[in-house]
């Protein structure tokens, strides 16, 4: 089974060989939010180094003071030693503080910059992905991997990292001075990093599934979610309240459960630290006490190897806490790299041509096309469309129209053949000028958060508010903007500004005016319109498709009228194509369905 | 910049509770766990007692057999050490076992009620919120506030009283050194405060900047095909790239604020630490204290580092929580105004006779100088009758379909189902006798079968698994949705959000199935028929027609074919119904119906070439209708 991209993410036994490729691809994206860092990296580094070393100073100043500061004063009234021991502790101390303060920002800094670079990657790779990547993987899922993935992650590099890293450390300078102020108590603290390593071996290895399986558990919990608040209306009408609570709260359990686990695990990792650090602790009580009595140890020593000792542990919840969000955020950045792994099935050109004025002629040369490959939905064939004319689509549900629009926008590419513009194939021409030329308004209006006017001049980023003006006027939508309380200053989600289906599709209409595009396409653009803002629109479009090529897919045959050219699909092909008046005047499919629109009008 | 939460979060400040009432809030979830939160504080609570008894064995140890050079003591001390350090293994193990998982219980449970408390909101209350504000409280708050309850407030309450204890060891062993030390911890005590002032500020903007976010992130997903339309990927990621650049800021100030009290809890010990040493040394020096008794405040003070130093993570966990208690009670303490009666009625014998008396609306927000969206609707809508409504974009028609089923309340007036106020039935029996389809086709993750049959609940019982079949296929034949079949696993295929994707004019027959098959006494129908072309909505509207001939239907029209199925249209003019009568009737008396209802004509076409763009002045003359009386006959068929 492949796992390339996000194919097996909602599994959780992957084979050795799976996960240790999973691990790396993890590790690959880590390294590459890493690089631009470096120099703040070792910056941080330097800070966290120093400043823990001197936090470890501490228990050695007061050895040497209780040793050597104590005996002085006493024999000699010597008050250097002792002087020195606080001088330095004193020093160490608000030294140390100061750092650690300097570094909590410093990595703070690293790690904003991290998931400031990821978001933005994710944000955008999922914009260049394919409508069809975006059709399968669903948007509930897409999200989850935006929210709560970054989520995970966002809490190891917050509490995380800091714990691993000033713990480490800690213990690496801790290990340290206690070797050289005892290299026998050294000793007994390696005996002890035995039993730890295989504590470390066992919470890995058990956690690392579970920890997957709460990122596949809260992602469904996610979509379930979503899915719920988008269609609140349909839920109420529909009364499946009572029901989307047992399915909602299944999902929560099986997130619980899975959380629960994890936590389960922890209570035996973290009592067995612990016991491991006491008992570390107890052995170099008995071996110190024994040299003490002999001889071989002051006593000052002593307390400074039983403090290092059980400040050695000291840290290590810290780091299964560290452990514990480097799990899950391992789990997030797998799903995440995953993600990113995705190559758009409609990639942008290596070496794009450039088109910066687009005249508009649309040819498909032998273009057949298929989902997935298989499911062929357009049979081969060919088609030309000469800049600026206007054609209209006609057929029934089904018929392939859509698919067709949607091989002009580049939605999708051919499975073969090609389609062109000027010449040009779309899959070699530059996106920026692609998507410049070519605007395809689609059914689903979607509006964004913000106002009207933004909304609007979506279509022409920039665009001065006469433009947006002009635009709405154009379309006949600057009547019930102007209705609504701030104007174009509305914001659609607020202070009245409930827009309905048709006046979202009077926004949309506004938006690909503003754009200007050579090609523009419009998919059921017009079907939750009103006769009277139809009329309007048409009124609009007559003036605004006079110069440029136009692709319209209507039910409503008014639409015919303004096209100079109509194409009758039936089963993905063309099956009639002529001059409205030449086909309406023959006994071919299109006259039937035009007469029988004729009988539809009132 | 904008923000898409509603205005009323930005609470004044002199109103804000503080945070133990916020936090106490959340009793009434925590109440049932309490038992074990309590049990596994004890438990820490000794875990730390014996980790402070620890120094107290090398202090005899100390001054007893090691200044006496006796070998023979040191043995049963090492054994005393390991069994207080085993205890303590065992008691933070019992801790763990304790708390941890009624913590994940509490979290589902809240989550649970959260979830239900939103599908009762109104949907007025989901028209303001963003759902990712939404979603961010039902997961990274919730999950915030699971890790505070298991982790947070047990180490928090288990760490002040470790300390506490810790000091009056202190004192035991030495009252000079103990008073150094609580001297020196008096600037904690004021920072603390300091930072509590600060940091709940930034965490709250931190965490609806984070629900901004998630809408933004949610809006390029649900909005991607018109961003891809119009090659507007990168510029989108501009204005999420700001956002998120503006969550980074404050992330920032908010590791400033952390980082400000980090820096008190360290330096405090450390002075505390070296003022002791000269201190310890001068005693000792004196012969106030014994060496063994110095090893032992030491070894005491060590103890106390970690509680001290762990307190600033745990105060900023705690004020984050009460920040993410704060987010989730705006939601649970939200008002719901449309809640079921306290003593419903029940309409008996259902006919399905549809009455809006007097009828008035306006959204809540809508400004004052704006006259109410339906200013006084009255209308009919008898038993067994189809009732087509009509009128302009943005004239109310789909609000007024959406006060029948209560999706929003009159603001005035009544609408009546035989006779009972809408208000005054249980909203689950209203929904019963009334089904709906939307404009936009929502459909549920789920398959063909459980979308078409969401309104009939009862036959998903197993015994009623014929007639569950029946009425699924009548009502995806009544849609005109045979292309089920067609799908890869038939009517058992999943589609919605998780499943396969279906076209919009697949997705409204689907819809339009489901409310059929409710089998509603009333069935209303915003727009039913729009995606659908002109061969499939005819063959729809037959099988239509033999649905409604008796059960009451308001079906929302834009087109006359949709009108056609009507046996009176009623004119939604200004707030108002205008005009009710038979297609025919209306097109030739009234102007403004057929403004609205006529479609372009190519006479029309030529004159509307003259008149202006952009105004919806143009009404059709007379001229242009040129045979009423025939077309009100083809109206009747």
Same mark, same amino acid.
């Given at each position: 089974?492949?796992?390339?991209?996000?194919?097996?993410?909602?599994?959780?036994?992957?084979?050795?060989?799976?996960?240790?490729?999973?691990?790396?691809?993890?590790?690959?994206?880590?390294?590459?939010?890493?690089?631009?860092?470096?120099?703040?990296?070792?910056?941080?580094?330097?800070?966290?180094?120093?400043?823990?070393?001197?936090?470890?100073?501490?228990?050695?100043?007061?050895?040497?003071?209780?040793?050597?500061?104590?005996?002085?004063?006493?024999?000699?009234?010597?008050?250097?030693?002792?002087?020195?021991?606080?001088?330095?502790?004193?020093?160490?101390?608000?030294?140390?503080?100061?750092?650690?303060?300097?570094?909590?920002?410093?990595?703070?800094?690293?790690?904003?910059?991290?998931?400031?670079?990821?978001?933005?990657?994710?944000?955008?790779?999922?914009?260049?992905?394919?409508?069809?990547?975006?059709?399968?993987?669903?948007?509930?899922?897409?999200?989850?991997?935006?929210?709560?993935?970054?989520?995970?992650?966002?809490?190891?590099?917050?509490?995380?990292?800091?714990?691993?890293?000033?713990?480490?450390?800690?213990?690496?300078?801790?290990?340290?001075?206690?070797?050289?102020?005892?290299?026998?108590?050294?000793?007994?603290?390696?005996?002890?990093?035995?039993?730890?390593?295989?504590?470390?071996?066992?919470?890995?290895?058990?956690?690392?599934?579970?920890?997957?399986?709460?990122?596949?558990?809260?992602?469904?919990?996610?979509?379930?979610?979503?899915?719920?608040?988008?269609?609140?209306?349909?839920?109420?009408?529909?009364?499946?309240?009572?029901?989307?609570?047992?399915?909602?709260?299944?999902?929560?359990?099986?997130?619980?459960?899975?959380?629960?686990?994890?936590?389960?695990?922890?209570?035996?990792?973290?009592?067995?630290?612990?016991?491991?650090?006491?008992?570390?602790?107890?052995?170099?009580?008995?071996?110190?006490?024994?040299?003490?009595?002999?001889?071989?140890?002051?006593?000052?020593?002593?307390?400074?190897?039983?403090?290092?000792?059980?400040?050695?542990?000291?840290?290590?919840?810290?780091?299964?806490?560290?452990?514990?969000?480097?799990?899950?955020?391992?789990?997030?950045?797998?799903?995440?790299?995953?993600?990113?792994?995705?190559?758009?099935?409609?990639?942008?050109?290596?070496?794009?041509?450039?088109?910066?004025?687009?005249?508009?002629?649309?040819?498909?040369?032998?273009?057949?096309?298929?989902?997935?490959?298989?499911?062929?939905?357009?049979?081969?064939?060919?088609?030309?469309?000469?800049?600026?004319?206007?054609?209209?689509?006609?057929?029934?549900?089904?018929?392939?129209?859509?698919?067709?629009?949607?091989?002009?926008?580049?939605?999708?590419?051919?499975?073969?053949?090609?389609?062109?513009?000027?010449?040009?194939?779309?899959?070699?021409?530059?996106?920026?000028?692609?998507?410049?030329?070519?605007?395809?308004?689609?059914?689903?209006?979607?509006?964004?958060?913000?106002?009207?006017?933004?909304?609007?001049?979506?279509?022409?980023?920039?665009?001065?508010?006469?433009?947006?003006?002009?635009?709405?006027?154009?379309?006949?939508?600057?009547?019930?903007?102007?209705?609504?309380?701030?104007?174009?200053?509305?914001?659609?989600?607020?202070?009245?500004?409930?827009?309905?289906?048709?006046?979202?599709?009077?926004?949309?209409?506004?938006?690909?005016?503003?754009?200007?595009?050579?090609?523009?396409?419009?998919?059921?653009?017009?079907?939750?319109?009103?006769?009277?803002?139809?009329?309007?629109?048409?009124?609009?479009?007559?003036?605004?498709?006079?110069?440029?090529?136009?692709?319209?897919?209507?039910?409503?045959?008014?639409?015919?009228?303004?096209?100079?050219?109509?194409?009758?699909?039936?089963?993905?092909?063309?099956?009639?194509?002529?001059?409205?008046?030449?086909?309406?005047?023959?006994?071919?499919?299109?006259?039937?369905?035009?007469?029988?629109?004729?009988?539809?009008?009132? | 910049?904008?923000?898409?939460?509603?205005?009323?979060?930005?609470?004044?400040?002199?109103?804000?509770?503080?945070?133990?009432?916020?936090?106490?809030?959340?009793?009434?979830?925590?109440?049932?766990?309490?038992?074990?939160?309590?049990?596994?504080?004890?438990?820490?609570?000794?875990?730390?007692?014996?980790?402070?008894?620890?120094?107290?064995?090398?202090?005899?140890?100390?001054?007893?057999?090691?200044?006496?050079?006796?070998?023979?003591?040191?043995?049963?001390?090492?054994?005393?050490?390991?069994?207080?350090?085993?205890?303590?293994?065992?008691?933070?193990?019992?801790?763990?076992?304790?708390?941890?998982?009624?913590?994940?219980?509490?979290?589902?449970?809240?989550?649970?009620?959260?979830?239900?408390?939103?599908?009762? /909101?109104?949907?007025?209350?989901?028209?303001?919120?963003?759902?990712?504000?939404?979603?961010?409280?039902?997961?990274?708050?919730?999950?915030?506030?699971?890790?505070?309850?298991?982790?947070?407030?047990?180490?928090?309450?288990?760490?002040?009283?470790?300390?506490?204890?810790?000091?009056?060891?202190?004192?035991?062993?030495?009252?000079?050194?103990?008073?150094?030390?609580?001297?020196?911890?008096?600037?904690?005590?004021?920072?603390?405060?300091?930072?509590?002032?600060?940091?709940?500020?930034?965490?709250?903007?931190?965490?609806?900047?984070?629900?901004?976010?998630?809408?933004?992130?949610?809006?390029?997903?649900?909005?991607?095909?018109?961003?891809?339309?119009?090659?507007?990927?990168?510029?989108?990621?501009?204005?999420?790239?700001?956002?998120?650049?503006?969550?980074?800021?404050?992330?920032?100030?908010?590791?400033?604020?952390?980082?400000?009290?980090?820096?008190?809890?360290?330096?405090?010990?450390?002075?505390?630490?070296?003022?002791?040493?000269?201190?310890?040394?001068?005693?000792?020096?004196?012969?106030?204290?014994?060496?063994?008794?110095?090893?032992?405040?030491?070894?005491?003070?060590?103890?106390?580092?970690?509680?001290?130093?762990?307190?600033?993570?745990?105060?900023?966990?705690?004020?984050?929580?009460?920040?993410?208690?704060?987010?989730?009670?705006?939601?649970?303490?939200?008002?719901?105004?449309?809640?079921?009666?306290?003593?419903?009625?029940?309409?008996?014998?259902?006919?399905?006779?549809?009455?809006?008396?007097?009828?008035?609306?306006?959204?809540?927000?809508?400004?004052?100088?704006?006259?109410?969206?339906?200013?006084?609707?009255?209308?009919?809508?008898?038993?067994?009758?189809?009732?087509?409504?009509?009128?302009?974009?943005?004239?109310?028609?789909?609000?007024?379909?959406?006060?029948?089923?209560?999706?929003?309340?009159?603001?005035?007036?009544?609408?009546?189902?035989?006779?009972?106020?809408?208000?005054?039935?249980?909203?689950?029996?209203?929904?019963?006798?009334?089904?709906?389809?939307?404009?936009?086709?929502?459909?549920?993750?789920?398959?063909?079968?459980?979308?078409?049959?969401?309104?009939?609940?009862?036959?998903?019982?197993?015994?009623?698994?014929?007639?569950?079949?029946?009425?699924?296929?009548?009502?995806?034949?009544?849609?005109?949705?045979?292309?089920?079949?067609?799908?890869?696993?038939?009517?058992?295929?999943?589609?919605?959000?998780?499943?396969?994707?279906?076209?919009?004019?697949?997705?409204?027959?689907?819809?339009?199935?489901?409310?059929?098959?409710?089998?509603?006494?009333?069935?209303?129908?915003?727009?039913?028929?729009?995606? /659908?072309?002109?061969?499939?909505?005819?063959?729809?509207?037959?099988?239509?027609?033999?649905?409604?001939?008796?059960?009451?239907?308001?079906?929302?029209?834009?087109?006359?074919?949709?009108?056609?199925?009507?046996?009176?249209?009623?004119?939604?003019?200004?707030?108002?119904?205008?005009?009710?009568?038979?297609?025919?009737?209306?097109?030739?008396?009234?102007?403004?119906?057929?403004?609205?209802?006529?479609?372009?004509?190519?006479?029309?076409?030529?004159?509307?070439?003259?008149?202006?763009?952009?105004?919806?002045?143009?009404?059709?003359?007379?001229?242009?209708?040129?045979?009423?009386?025939?077309?009100?006959?083809?109206?009747?068929?």
């Amino acid at each position: 089974m492949s796992l390339e991209g996000v194919a097996g993410e909602e599994r959780s036994d992957y084979t050795k060989e799976e996960s240790r490729a999973i691990r790396q691809r993890s590790l690959r994206l880590l390294g590459s939010l890493l690089s631009p860092l470096k120099a703040r990296l070792v910056l941080t580094a330097v800070v966290v180094v120093v400043s823990t070393g001197l936090q470890v100073a501490g228990p050695a100043l007061i050895a040497f003071g209780i040793d050597q500061g104590l005996p002085a004063l006493m024999k000699a009234s010597d008050w250097f030693p002792l002087g020195a021991a606080v001088g330095g502790y004193l020093i160490a101390g608000i030294a140390g503080a100061v750092l650690i303060a300097q570094y909590t920002v410093l990595s703070a800094r690293i790690s904003q910059a991290i998931l400031f670079d990821l978001r933005k990657r994710v944000y955008l790779h999922a914009q260049r992905l394919s409508l069809e990547f975006h059709e399968t993987y669903t948007s509930g899922r897409i999200i989850a991997r935006q929210t709560s993935d970054l989520d995970a992650i966002r809490e190891l590099l917050d509490s995380g990292i800091n714990g691993l890293v000033r713990g480490v450390l800690y213990m690496v300078f801790i290990a340290i001075a206690l070797v050289s102020l005892d290299p026998f108590s050294g000793l007994v603290l390696a005996g002890a990093l035995v039993p730890l390593w295989f504590l470390v071996r066992w919470f890995q290895k058990s956690s690392q599934n579970l920890f997957r399986r709460t990122r596949v558990a809260s992602a469904s919990v996610i979509v379930h979610f979503v899915e719920s608040m988008t269609g609140i209306r349909a839920v109420k009408a529909f009364r499946k309240e009572k029901r989307n609570e047992k399915e909602f709260g299944g999902l929560v359990e099986e997130y619980r459960d899975a959380n629960a686990k994890v936590i389960q695990l922890f209570g035996i990792f973290d009592p067995g630290l612990i016991l491991i650090g006491n008992v570390t602790v107890a052995v170099v009580l008995l071996v110190g006490g024994f040299r003490v009595i002999g001889g071989g140890l002051e006593i000052g020593a002593l307390l400074a190897v039983v403090l290092y000792t059980r400040r050695f542990f000291d840290p290590m919840e810290e780091m299964a806490m560290f452990y514990n969000s480097y799990q899950s955020a391992a789990a997030a950045l797998e799903k995440i790299s995953g993600v990113l792994e995705e190559e758009p099935s409609v990639p942008d050109p290596a070496r794009p041509v450039r088109l910066p004025k687009a005249s508009g002629a649309v040819r498909f040369d032998d273009v057949t096309f298929a989902y997935n490959g298989d499911r062929v939905v357009l049979p081969e064939f060919e088609l030309d469309i000469p800049a600026g004319q206007t054609i209209a689509l006609v057929g029934s549900t089904g018929a392939g129209k859509s698919t067709l629009a949607k091989l002009i926008s580049r939605f999708y590419d051919p499975t073969k053949g090609s389609v062109s513009l000027d010449g040009v194939d779309l899959r070699q021409l530059d996106a920026q000028d692609l998507r410049r030329a070519i605007v395809m308004v689609t059914q689903e209006a979607y509006l964004f958060s913000g106002s009207v006017g933004e909304n609007i001049a979506l279509g022409k980023p920039g665009a001065s508010f006469d433009e947006i003006r002009h635009a709405a006027q154009a379309v006949g939508a600057h009547e019930f903007i102007m209705s609504m309380p701030d104007g174009y200053d509305t914001d659609v989600n607020k202070r009245g500004g409930r827009v309905s289906a048709g006046q979202r599709q009077l926004v949309s209409f506004a938006r690909a005016f503003l754009a200007d595009p050579s090609v523009l396409i419009l998919d059921e653009a017009t079907a939750s319109l009103d006769i009277p803002s139809e009329r309007l629109v048409q009124e609009g479009l007559t003036t605004l498709l006079a110069d440029r090529t136009a692709v319209i897919i209507a039910h409503r045959l008014s639409t015919v009228a303004i096209a100079d050219r109509v194409l009758v699909m039936e089963h993905g092909r063309i099956v009639e194509d002529g001059s409205p008046e030449q086909l309406i005047s023959g006994t071919g499919r299109f006259a039937q369905l035009h007469a029988a629109w004729r009988d539809s009008l009132v | 910049m904008r923000s898409t939460t509603p205005p009323d979060r930005q609470q004044p400040r002199e109103h804000r509770a503080g945070t133990a009432a916020t936090l106490a809030k959340i009793y009434p979830f925590v109440k049932p766990a309490m038992p074990r939160l309590v049990l596994g504080a004890v438990a820490a609570l000794f875990a730390g007692l014996v980790s402070l008894v620890i120094p107290l064995v090398l202090q005899t140890l100390v001054d007893g057999p090691l200044s006496s050079r006796d070998g023979t003591q040191i043995v049963p001390a090492v054994i005393l050490v390991l069994v207080l350090g085993a205890a303590e293994a065992v008691f933070i193990a019992l801790r763990r076992w304790f708390v941890l998982t009624p913590g994940t219980h509490v979290e589902a449970t809240m989550r649970n009620a959260f979830y239900a408390k939103l599908q009762d /909101l109104p949907v007025a209350f989901h028209d303001r919120w963003a759902s990712g504000q939404l979603l961010s409280r039902a997961m990274s708050d919730l999950g915030l506030i699971r890790r505070w309850l298991s982790f947070g407030i047990v180490l928090l309450v288990v760490n002040v009283v470790t300390i506490v204890v810790g000091f009056v060891v202190l004192f035991f062993w030495s009252w000079q050194l103990g008073l150094l030390f609580l001297i020196c911890s008096i600037p904690l005590w004021i920072y603390g405060y300091v930072f509590e002032q600060k940091y709940s500020v930034v965490a709250r903007r931190s965490q609806d900047q984070q629900g901004d976010l998630a809408t933004a992130v949610e809006e390029s997903v649900h909005g991607i095909r018109v961003l891809k339309a119009f090659g507007r990927g990168r510029h989108s990621l501009e204005k999420f790239a700001r956002q998120a650049e503006e969550l980074r800021g404050t992330e920032i100030e908010k590791a400033q604020a952390i980082a400000g009290i980090w820096l008190w809890l360290l330096l405090v010990p450390d002075v505390a630490f070296a003022l002791s040493l000269l201190g310890g040394v001068l005693l000792a020096a004196n012969d106030v204290l014994t060496v063994g008794q110095l090893f032992a405040f030491f070894a005491t003070a060590t103890v106390l580092r970690f509680p001290i130093e762990s307190i600033g993570f745990l105060l900023s966990m705690t004020f984050d929580t009460r920040t993410a208690v704060d987010r989730l009670y705006e939601v649970l303490d939200a008002d719901n105004a449309i809640t079921d009666p306290d003593s419903p009625s029940t309409v008996e014998d259902a006919r399905g006779r549809l009455v809006f008396d007097a009828v008035h609306f306006r959204y809540q927000d809508s400004p004052r100088q704006f006259p109410d969206l339906l200013n006084g609707v009255d209308l009919e809508v008898r038993p067994g009758e189809t009732m087509a409504l009509v009128g302009l974009t943005g004239s109310g028609k789909t609000t007024l379909t959406s006060l029948t089923t209560r999706l929003y309340d009159v603001t005035d007036g009544a609408v009546r189902l035989d006779g009972v106020d809408v208000r005054d039935l249980s909203r689950e029996e209203l929904r019963s006798h009334i089904a709906m389809a939307f404009e936009d086709a929502t459909l549920f993750s789920a398959s063909v079968r459980d979308n078409v049959l969401l309104g009939r609940p009862e036959l998903a019982h197993p015994e009623q698994a014929v007639e569950a079949e029946r009425v699924m296929r009548e009502a995806l034949e009544v849609a005109q949705a045979s292309f089920v079949d067609e799908l890869p696993e038939g009517v058992d295929t999943k589609v919605g959000e998780e499943g396969l994707s279906l076209s919009g004019g697949q997705r409204q027959r689907l819809a339009l199935a489901r409310a059929v098959a409710a089998r509603p006494e009333v069935l209303v129908l915003d727009d039913p028929l729009s995606a /659908l072309d002109v061969d499939t909505e005819a063959r729809v509207e037959a099988g239509l027609r033999r649905v409604l001939s008796d059960t009451t239907a308001l079906i929302v029209a834009h087109r006359p074919s949709t009108v056609t199925l009507a046996d009176r249209v009623a004119l939604l003019e200004n707030g108002r119904v205008t005009d009710v009568g038979e297609h025919g009737e209306l097109l030739a008396r009234n102007e403004h119906y057929r403004f609205v209802i006529s479609s372009l004509d190519e006479e029309e076409e030529a004159r509307q070439k003259h008149t202006q763009t952009g105004t919806l002045d143009i009404i059709p003359d007379e001229g242009s209708f040129e045979r009423p009386a025939a077309w009100a006959e083809e109206g009747r068929e």
